[in-house]
Protein backbone atom coordinates (compact mmCIF):
# COMPACT_ATOMS: atom_id res chain seq x y z
CA UNK A 1 0.00 0.00 0.00
CA UNK A 2 1.47 3.71 0.03
CA UNK A 3 2.67 5.87 2.67
CA UNK A 4 0.38 8.59 3.49
CA UNK A 5 1.09 11.58 0.63
CA UNK A 6 3.32 14.20 2.23
CA UNK A 7 5.16 17.28 0.75
CA UNK A 8 8.66 18.00 2.31
CA UNK A 9 9.60 21.42 2.58
CA UNK A 10 13.64 22.22 3.98
CA UNK A 11 14.81 25.44 3.97
CA UNK A 12 18.81 25.96 3.84
CA UNK A 13 20.00 29.01 5.75
CA UNK A 14 22.92 30.74 5.09
CA UNK A 15 24.29 34.44 6.05
CA UNK A 16 20.90 34.90 7.83
CA UNK A 17 18.62 34.13 5.03
CA UNK A 18 17.17 31.62 3.29
CA UNK A 19 19.46 30.55 0.61
CA UNK A 20 17.74 27.33 -0.85
CA UNK A 21 13.87 26.11 -0.54
CA UNK A 22 13.57 22.19 -1.59
CA UNK A 23 10.20 20.52 -1.71
CA UNK A 24 9.50 17.24 -1.96
CA UNK A 25 5.87 15.63 -2.80
CA UNK A 26 5.75 11.92 -2.65
CA UNK A 27 1.51 12.28 -4.15
CA UNK A 28 1.23 10.35 -6.80
CA UNK A 29 0.33 12.46 -9.78
CA UNK A 30 -0.14 9.88 -12.71
CA UNK A 31 -2.85 7.90 -10.69
CA UNK A 32 -5.29 9.03 -13.33
CA UNK A 33 -3.31 6.51 -15.92
CA UNK A 34 -5.75 3.67 -14.59
CA UNK A 35 -8.06 5.13 -15.68
CA UNK A 36 -7.56 4.31 -19.32
CA UNK A 37 -9.41 1.47 -21.00
CA UNK A 38 -12.55 2.43 -18.86
CA UNK A 39 -15.68 3.57 -19.65
CA UNK A 40 -16.23 7.35 -19.06
CA UNK A 41 -19.20 7.05 -16.70
CA UNK A 42 -17.34 4.31 -14.76
CA UNK A 43 -14.74 7.52 -14.25
CA UNK A 44 -16.75 9.73 -13.43
CA UNK A 45 -18.45 7.49 -10.54
CA UNK A 46 -15.29 6.41 -9.29
CA UNK A 47 -13.50 9.75 -9.11
CA UNK A 48 -15.22 11.40 -6.13
CA UNK A 49 -14.03 8.04 -4.29
CA UNK A 50 -10.82 8.34 -5.19
CA UNK A 51 -10.33 11.40 -3.89
CA UNK A 52 -10.62 12.68 0.00
CA UNK A 53 -10.82 16.49 -0.23
CA UNK A 54 -12.11 17.80 -3.48
CA UNK A 55 -14.55 14.73 -4.72
CA UNK A 56 -16.71 17.36 -6.27
CA UNK A 57 -14.16 19.02 -8.30
CA UNK A 58 -12.46 16.05 -9.64
CA UNK A 59 -15.75 15.05 -11.21
CA UNK A 60 -16.91 18.52 -12.23
CA UNK A 61 -13.10 19.02 -14.30
CA UNK A 62 -13.99 15.12 -15.55
CA UNK A 63 -17.67 15.63 -16.86
CA UNK A 64 -15.86 19.16 -18.05
CA UNK A 65 -13.34 17.31 -20.04
CA UNK A 66 -15.57 14.61 -21.40
CA UNK A 67 -17.89 17.19 -22.43
CA UNK A 68 -15.98 19.09 -24.80
CA UNK A 69 -14.05 16.18 -25.79
CA UNK A 70 -17.43 14.85 -27.46
CA UNK A 71 -18.67 18.14 -28.26
CA UNK A 72 -21.97 17.74 -25.64
CA UNK A 73 -22.87 21.73 -24.03
CA UNK A 74 -24.78 21.08 -21.32
CA UNK A 75 -28.05 22.54 -20.67
CA UNK A 76 -28.52 25.50 -18.73
CA UNK A 77 -30.49 24.48 -15.84
CA UNK A 78 -26.79 22.02 -15.19
CA UNK A 79 -24.32 24.99 -15.10
CA UNK A 80 -26.21 26.78 -12.04
CA UNK A 81 -26.67 22.97 -10.45
CA UNK A 82 -23.23 22.08 -10.69
CA UNK A 83 -21.38 25.68 -9.23
CA UNK A 84 -23.53 25.19 -6.32
CA UNK A 85 -22.25 21.70 -5.87
CA UNK A 86 -18.96 23.17 -6.49
CA UNK A 87 -19.43 26.16 -3.87
CA UNK A 88 -20.59 23.81 -1.33
CA UNK A 89 -16.98 21.98 -1.57
CA UNK A 90 -15.13 25.52 -0.97
CA UNK A 91 -17.35 26.54 1.50
CA UNK A 92 -16.41 22.98 3.28
CA UNK A 93 -13.37 23.12 3.00
CA UNK A 94 -12.22 26.58 3.71
CA UNK A 95 -14.58 26.38 6.66
CA UNK A 96 -12.62 23.18 7.76
CA UNK A 97 -9.27 25.38 7.12
CA UNK A 98 -10.57 27.58 10.25
CA UNK A 99 -11.78 25.67 12.35
CA UNK A 100 -9.91 22.69 12.46
CA UNK A 101 -6.68 24.08 10.97
CA UNK A 102 -6.13 27.55 12.11
CA UNK A 103 -6.99 27.10 16.25
CA UNK A 104 -3.61 24.98 16.62
CA UNK A 105 -1.57 27.61 15.52
CA UNK A 106 -2.80 29.99 18.21
CA UNK A 107 -2.45 27.02 20.50
CA UNK A 108 -6.55 26.33 21.00
CA UNK A 109 -8.19 23.75 20.18
CA UNK A 110 -9.91 23.12 17.04
CA UNK A 111 -13.75 23.67 16.86
CA UNK A 112 -14.39 20.06 15.67
CA UNK A 113 -18.56 20.46 16.49
CA UNK A 114 -18.64 24.05 14.30
CA UNK A 115 -16.29 22.02 11.74
CA UNK A 116 -18.85 18.85 11.43
CA UNK A 117 -21.94 21.38 11.57
CA UNK A 118 -20.58 23.28 8.26
CA UNK A 119 -19.90 19.83 7.18
CA UNK A 120 -23.21 18.20 7.45
CA UNK A 121 -24.92 21.10 6.00
CA UNK A 122 -22.87 21.61 2.68
CA UNK A 123 -23.14 17.82 2.59
CA UNK A 124 -27.13 18.12 1.77
CA UNK A 125 -26.70 20.12 -1.19
CA UNK A 126 -25.83 17.61 -3.33
CA UNK A 127 -29.35 15.03 -3.08
CA UNK A 128 -31.17 18.67 -2.52
CA UNK A 129 -30.51 19.02 -6.09
CA UNK A 130 -29.87 15.74 -8.23
CA UNK A 131 -31.86 13.81 -5.74
CA UNK A 132 -31.42 10.66 -8.47
CA UNK A 133 -27.65 10.76 -7.11
CA UNK A 134 -26.61 10.85 -10.70
CA UNK A 135 -24.29 14.06 -10.72
CA UNK A 136 -21.74 12.36 -11.84
CA UNK A 137 -23.42 11.48 -15.07
CA UNK A 138 -21.64 12.46 -18.30
CA UNK A 139 -24.34 14.96 -20.33
CA UNK A 140 -25.57 15.97 -16.33
CA UNK A 141 -27.89 14.43 -14.07
CA UNK A 142 -31.22 14.60 -13.51
CA UNK A 143 -31.63 17.77 -11.35
CA UNK A 144 -34.89 18.57 -9.38
CA UNK A 145 -33.71 21.08 -6.55
CA UNK A 146 -35.60 21.18 -3.24
CA UNK A 147 -35.39 24.96 -2.83
CA UNK A 148 -36.59 24.67 0.53
CA UNK A 149 -33.58 22.49 1.49
CA UNK A 150 -30.73 24.29 -0.30
CA UNK A 151 -32.03 27.21 1.41
CA UNK A 152 -31.82 25.36 4.91
CA UNK A 153 -28.40 24.17 4.16
CA UNK A 154 -27.12 27.29 2.97
CA UNK A 155 -28.47 29.07 6.06
CA UNK A 156 -27.51 26.58 8.33
CA UNK A 157 -23.25 27.10 6.85
CA UNK A 158 -23.93 30.36 7.28
CA UNK A 159 -24.63 29.60 10.79
CA UNK A 160 -22.09 27.34 11.39
CA UNK A 161 -19.74 30.40 9.69
CA UNK A 162 -20.88 32.86 12.02
CA UNK A 163 -20.13 30.34 15.07
CA UNK A 164 -16.70 29.69 13.92
CA UNK A 165 -15.48 33.46 13.59
CA UNK A 166 -17.41 34.90 16.53
CA UNK A 167 -19.31 37.02 13.91
CA UNK A 168 -21.00 37.22 10.23
CA UNK A 169 -18.41 36.40 7.39
CA UNK A 170 -19.22 39.14 5.44
CA UNK A 171 -20.27 41.64 8.12
CA UNK A 172 -16.64 40.88 9.23
CA UNK A 173 -15.23 41.78 5.98
CA UNK A 174 -17.67 44.85 4.87
CA UNK A 175 -15.26 47.78 5.81
CA UNK A 176 -11.92 48.48 7.16
CA UNK A 177 -13.38 49.29 10.82
CA UNK A 178 -15.41 45.86 10.99
CA UNK A 179 -12.25 43.78 10.48
CA UNK A 180 -10.23 45.83 12.56
CA UNK A 181 -12.46 45.56 15.26
CA UNK A 182 -13.32 41.66 14.63
CA UNK A 183 -9.33 40.98 14.52
CA UNK A 184 -8.89 43.38 17.14
CA UNK A 185 -11.89 41.12 19.49
CA UNK A 186 -9.81 38.03 19.64
CA UNK A 187 -13.04 35.81 20.44
CA UNK A 188 -12.29 33.23 18.38
CA UNK A 189 -9.12 31.56 17.18
CA UNK A 190 -9.53 32.39 13.57
CA UNK A 191 -9.68 36.17 15.10
CA UNK A 192 -6.62 35.65 17.10
CA UNK A 193 -4.38 34.02 14.07
CA UNK A 194 -5.34 36.89 11.83
CA UNK A 195 -4.77 39.41 14.42
CA UNK A 196 -1.07 38.28 15.42
CA UNK A 197 -0.42 38.15 11.38
CA UNK A 198 -0.97 41.75 11.18
CA UNK A 199 2.10 42.52 12.45
CA UNK A 200 3.74 43.94 9.87
CA UNK A 201 6.83 41.20 9.59
CA UNK A 202 4.32 38.61 9.58
CA UNK A 203 1.81 40.58 7.19
CA UNK A 204 4.40 40.91 4.48
CA UNK A 205 6.05 36.92 5.08
CA UNK A 206 6.05 35.16 1.99
CA UNK A 207 5.63 38.25 -0.67
CA UNK A 208 7.46 37.07 -4.05
CA UNK A 209 6.28 38.12 -7.06
CA UNK A 210 2.73 37.50 -7.38
CA UNK A 211 1.78 35.35 -10.68
CA UNK A 212 -1.69 34.85 -10.52
CA UNK A 213 -3.10 32.24 -12.33
CA UNK A 214 -5.41 33.17 -16.18
CA UNK A 215 -9.14 33.16 -15.03
CA UNK A 216 -9.24 30.79 -17.76
CA UNK A 217 -6.14 28.85 -17.09
CA UNK A 218 -2.43 29.15 -18.85
CA UNK A 219 -2.26 29.57 -22.37
CA UNK A 220 -1.93 26.68 -23.93
CA UNK A 221 -2.52 23.90 -21.17
CA UNK A 222 -4.24 21.45 -23.46
CA UNK A 223 -1.11 21.27 -25.98
CA UNK A 224 1.27 21.10 -22.72
CA UNK A 225 -1.49 18.36 -20.82
CA UNK A 226 -1.33 16.53 -24.94
CA UNK A 227 3.06 16.56 -25.10
CA UNK A 228 3.12 15.26 -21.58
CA UNK A 229 4.12 11.99 -22.21
CA UNK A 230 6.21 10.83 -19.38
CA UNK A 231 4.43 12.77 -16.31
CA UNK A 232 7.30 15.67 -16.01
CA UNK A 233 4.40 18.73 -16.88
CA UNK A 234 1.84 16.71 -14.32
CA UNK A 235 4.31 16.79 -11.51
CA UNK A 236 5.94 20.61 -12.07
CA UNK A 237 3.66 22.56 -14.49
CA UNK A 238 4.53 25.74 -16.10
CA UNK A 239 3.54 27.92 -18.42
CA UNK A 240 6.48 30.08 -20.92
CA UNK A 241 8.47 29.13 -17.70
CA UNK A 242 6.30 30.41 -15.17
CA UNK A 243 4.85 29.48 -12.46
CA UNK A 244 1.18 30.76 -11.04
CA UNK A 245 0.00 30.89 -8.04
CA UNK A 246 -3.59 29.33 -8.39
CA UNK A 247 -6.40 29.51 -5.43
CA UNK A 248 -7.91 32.24 -3.35
CA UNK A 249 -5.72 34.94 -3.50
CA UNK A 250 -5.31 34.54 -7.43
CA UNK A 251 -9.40 34.65 -7.53
CA UNK A 252 -10.14 36.88 -4.86
CA UNK A 253 -7.93 39.91 -5.34
CA UNK A 254 -10.70 41.92 -6.39
CA UNK A 255 -12.17 42.06 -3.19
CA UNK A 256 -11.96 45.13 -0.89
CA UNK A 257 -10.79 43.33 2.41
CA UNK A 258 -8.14 41.58 -0.29
CA UNK A 259 -6.98 44.39 -2.30
CA UNK A 260 -6.39 46.79 1.14
CA UNK A 261 -3.85 44.21 2.21
CA UNK A 262 -2.45 43.41 -0.96
CA UNK A 263 -1.56 47.07 -1.00
CA UNK A 264 -0.29 47.65 2.68
CA UNK A 265 1.39 44.56 2.57
CA UNK A 266 1.91 42.70 -0.54
CA UNK A 267 1.03 38.99 -1.70
CA UNK A 268 1.96 37.64 1.31
CA UNK A 269 0.99 35.77 4.36
CA UNK A 270 -1.74 38.28 5.32
CA UNK A 271 -3.14 38.75 1.84
CA UNK A 272 -3.77 34.76 1.52
CA UNK A 273 -4.84 33.94 4.26
CA UNK A 274 -7.66 37.30 3.84
CA UNK A 275 -8.29 35.93 0.64
CA UNK A 276 -9.51 32.59 2.12
CA UNK A 277 -12.21 33.88 4.41
CA UNK A 278 -13.23 36.70 2.06
CA UNK A 279 -13.94 33.75 -0.57
CA UNK A 280 -15.91 31.76 2.22
CA UNK A 281 -18.20 34.78 2.55
CA UNK A 282 -18.76 35.59 -1.03
CA UNK A 283 -19.40 31.66 -1.99
CA UNK A 284 -21.42 31.52 0.68
CA UNK A 285 -23.07 34.61 -1.37
CA UNK A 286 -23.30 33.56 -4.34
CA UNK A 287 -25.25 29.97 -2.93
CA UNK A 288 -27.81 32.20 -2.06
CA UNK A 289 -28.23 33.76 -5.67
CA UNK A 290 -27.76 30.86 -7.34
CA UNK A 291 -30.62 28.88 -5.78
CA UNK A 292 -33.02 31.77 -7.46
CA UNK A 293 -31.49 30.30 -10.65
CA UNK A 294 -32.04 26.46 -10.15
CA UNK A 295 -34.92 24.78 -12.33
CA UNK A 296 -36.08 21.41 -12.69
CA UNK A 297 -33.84 19.59 -15.93
CA UNK A 298 -34.13 15.88 -16.58
CA UNK A 299 -31.35 14.14 -17.96
CA UNK A 300 -30.50 14.33 -21.32
CA UNK A 301 -29.58 11.58 -23.75
CA UNK A 302 -25.95 12.34 -24.04
CA UNK A 303 -23.74 10.60 -26.17
CA UNK A 304 -19.76 10.60 -26.23
CA UNK A 305 -17.68 10.34 -29.20
CA UNK A 306 -13.87 10.43 -29.85
CA UNK A 307 -12.10 12.91 -29.28
CA UNK A 308 -9.81 15.10 -26.85
CA UNK A 309 -11.06 17.75 -24.12
CA UNK A 310 -9.89 19.64 -21.35
CA UNK A 311 -12.03 20.39 -18.31
CA UNK A 312 -11.06 23.37 -16.02
CA UNK A 313 -12.69 23.64 -12.58
CA UNK A 314 -11.64 26.06 -9.88
CA UNK A 315 -11.78 24.07 -6.73
CA UNK A 316 -11.07 25.45 -3.27
CA UNK A 317 -7.42 24.93 -3.71
CA UNK A 318 -7.09 26.40 -7.14
CA UNK A 319 -7.60 25.47 -10.83
CA UNK A 320 -7.86 21.75 -11.53
CA UNK A 321 -7.14 20.45 -14.73
CA UNK A 322 -8.50 17.04 -16.30
CA UNK A 323 -7.96 15.96 -20.39
CA UNK A 324 -9.27 13.54 -21.25
CA UNK A 325 -8.63 11.30 -24.85
CA UNK A 326 -11.72 9.38 -25.86
CA UNK A 327 -11.40 6.08 -28.39
CA UNK A 328 -14.41 4.06 -29.73
CA UNK A 329 -16.65 4.39 -25.87
CA UNK A 330 -13.58 3.77 -23.45
CA UNK A 331 -11.01 6.38 -21.48
CA UNK A 332 -7.71 6.32 -24.42
CA UNK A 333 -5.90 8.33 -21.95
CA UNK A 334 -6.66 10.64 -19.06
CA UNK A 335 -4.79 13.07 -17.11
CA UNK A 336 -5.32 15.56 -13.93
CA UNK A 337 -3.51 18.70 -13.09
CA UNK A 338 -4.16 19.45 -9.75
CA UNK A 339 -3.56 23.12 -7.99
CA UNK A 340 -1.06 21.75 -5.51
CA UNK A 341 1.41 21.11 -8.16
CA UNK A 342 1.70 24.86 -9.36
CA UNK A 343 1.44 26.47 -5.59
CA UNK A 344 4.19 23.77 -4.02
CA UNK A 345 6.06 23.45 -7.35
CA UNK A 346 10.15 24.03 -6.64
CA UNK A 347 9.79 27.69 -8.43
CA UNK A 348 6.21 28.74 -7.37
CA UNK A 349 4.60 30.72 -4.63
CA UNK A 350 5.56 29.12 -1.53
CA UNK A 351 9.25 28.17 -2.76
CA UNK A 352 9.29 32.74 -4.00
CA UNK A 353 8.01 33.42 -0.68
CA UNK A 354 10.54 32.06 1.33
CA UNK A 355 14.15 32.61 -0.59
CA UNK A 356 15.96 35.46 1.01
CA UNK A 357 13.28 35.13 3.76
CA UNK A 358 15.37 36.32 7.15
CA UNK A 359 16.59 33.58 9.25
CA UNK A 360 15.74 33.42 13.14
CA UNK A 361 13.61 31.22 15.77
CA UNK A 362 10.48 31.96 13.73
CA UNK A 363 11.31 30.98 10.66
CA UNK A 364 9.82 27.17 10.94
CA UNK A 365 6.76 28.27 11.95
CA UNK A 366 5.88 31.50 9.71
CA UNK A 367 6.94 29.32 6.52
CA UNK A 368 4.64 26.89 7.99
CA UNK A 369 1.74 29.11 8.18
CA UNK A 370 2.60 30.57 4.59
CA UNK A 371 2.27 26.64 3.80
CA UNK A 372 -1.16 26.57 5.20
CA UNK A 373 -1.96 29.53 3.40
CA UNK A 374 -1.63 28.06 0.40
CA UNK A 375 -3.45 25.29 1.66
CA UNK A 376 -1.89 21.97 0.11
CA UNK A 377 -4.43 19.41 -0.05
CA UNK A 378 -1.66 16.66 1.73
CA UNK A 379 0.01 17.13 5.26
CA UNK A 380 3.55 19.52 5.03
CA UNK A 381 6.08 19.29 6.97
CA UNK A 382 8.71 22.42 7.22
CA UNK A 383 12.52 22.01 8.08
CA UNK A 384 15.13 24.51 8.73
CA UNK A 385 18.59 23.48 8.24
CA UNK A 386 20.66 26.04 8.98
CA UNK A 387 24.93 26.01 7.22
CA UNK A 388 25.15 28.92 9.23
CA UNK A 389 24.90 27.28 12.91
CA UNK B 1 -4.65 15.87 -5.31
CA UNK B 2 -5.33 13.28 -2.01
CA UNK B 3 -6.01 9.90 -2.47
CA UNK B 4 -8.74 8.99 -0.39
CA UNK B 5 -7.94 5.67 0.82
CA UNK B 6 -10.87 3.92 2.69
CA UNK B 7 -9.70 3.07 6.24
CA UNK B 8 -11.62 -0.17 8.13
CA UNK B 9 -12.85 0.83 11.68
CA UNK B 10 -11.83 -1.49 14.18
CA UNK B 11 -12.58 0.17 17.35
CA UNK B 12 -14.11 2.97 18.62
CA UNK B 13 -12.90 4.60 21.44
CA UNK B 14 -13.59 7.48 24.20
CA UNK B 15 -13.85 11.12 23.12
CA UNK B 16 -14.87 10.54 19.41
CA UNK B 17 -12.26 8.53 18.63
CA UNK B 18 -11.40 5.62 16.78
CA UNK B 19 -8.77 2.52 15.87
CA UNK B 20 -8.63 1.82 12.22
CA UNK B 21 -6.66 -0.02 10.11
CA UNK B 22 -5.26 0.46 6.35
CA UNK B 23 -3.44 -2.26 4.58
CA UNK B 24 -2.44 -3.92 8.21
CA UNK B 25 -0.64 -0.66 9.87
CA UNK B 26 -3.54 0.40 13.31
CA UNK B 27 -4.02 4.38 13.63
CA UNK B 28 -5.97 6.16 15.89
CA UNK B 29 -8.27 9.36 14.41
CA UNK B 30 -10.71 11.54 15.34
CA UNK B 31 -14.84 10.98 14.38
CA UNK B 32 -15.68 14.16 15.35
CA UNK B 33 -16.42 15.14 11.57
CA UNK B 34 -18.45 11.96 10.56
CA UNK B 35 -22.02 10.69 12.18
CA UNK B 36 -23.12 6.78 13.30
CA UNK B 37 -19.50 5.39 12.40
CA UNK B 38 -19.79 1.96 13.36
CA UNK B 39 -16.95 -1.39 13.94
CA UNK B 40 -16.68 -2.66 10.49
CA UNK B 41 -17.13 0.71 8.56
CA UNK B 42 -14.78 1.99 6.21
CA UNK B 43 -13.67 5.93 6.54
CA UNK B 44 -11.90 7.90 4.23
CA UNK B 45 -8.66 9.46 6.92
CA UNK B 46 -7.01 12.67 5.76
CA UNK B 47 -4.60 14.38 8.77
CA UNK B 48 -6.26 12.44 11.45
CA UNK B 49 -9.62 12.58 10.69
CA UNK B 50 -12.26 10.44 8.96
CA UNK B 51 -13.91 12.70 6.47
CA UNK B 52 -16.31 10.74 4.72
CA UNK B 53 -18.18 7.10 5.55
CA UNK B 54 -18.03 5.01 3.01
CA UNK B 55 -20.12 2.01 1.60
CA UNK B 56 -18.13 -1.14 1.80
CA UNK B 57 -18.73 -2.78 -1.76
CA UNK B 58 -17.18 0.81 -2.98
CA UNK B 59 -14.32 0.73 -0.50
CA UNK B 60 -13.66 -2.66 -1.47
CA UNK B 61 -13.32 -1.66 -5.20
CA UNK B 62 -11.33 1.65 -4.31
CA UNK B 63 -8.63 -0.90 -2.31
CA UNK B 64 -8.79 -3.33 -5.04
CA UNK B 65 -8.18 0.28 -7.75
CA UNK B 66 -4.98 1.07 -5.30
CA UNK B 67 -3.53 -2.59 -4.74
CA UNK B 68 -3.41 -2.32 -8.96
CA UNK B 69 -2.22 1.05 -9.28
CA UNK B 70 0.61 0.08 -6.81
CA UNK B 71 1.31 -2.88 -8.68
CA UNK B 72 1.74 -0.96 -11.66
CA UNK B 73 3.87 1.53 -9.83
CA UNK B 74 6.77 -0.31 -9.05
Redesign the interface.
Known amino acids: MFPEARLDVTLRVEAGRVAGVNIHSNRLVQASKLFAGRRPDEVTHLLPTLFALCGTAQVLAGLAAMERASGISTSSSQTPARQMLLLAETVTEHGLGLARDWPPLVGAEPDLAAARRLKLAMAAVRPALYPAGDWTRPGGGEVRPSLDALGKAVNEARAAVADILSADAEAVLADPDSFHLWHRSGNRPAARLIDEIMAPDLATFGRGPFLPMPEQGPAGLDARLDGDRDGAYLARPDSHGRVFETGPLARMSWHPAVTAQMGAFGAGLLARMVARLAELASSLQEMDQLVHALSDAPAPAACLVDGAGLGLVEAARGLLAHRVELESGRVKRYQILAPTEWNFHPEGPLARGLMGAPAGPELERRATLLALALDPCVACRVTVENADA | ?????PSLVTEILPA?QAKVS??G?IKTI?L????DVEPGDYV????G?A??K?DPV?AE??LA??????E??S
Not at chain 2, 1 to 5: D, G, Q, T, V
Not at chain 2, 65 to 70: C, H, I, N, T
Open positions: MCLALDLGVSALVAIVHVYLTVEKTLFAEMATA
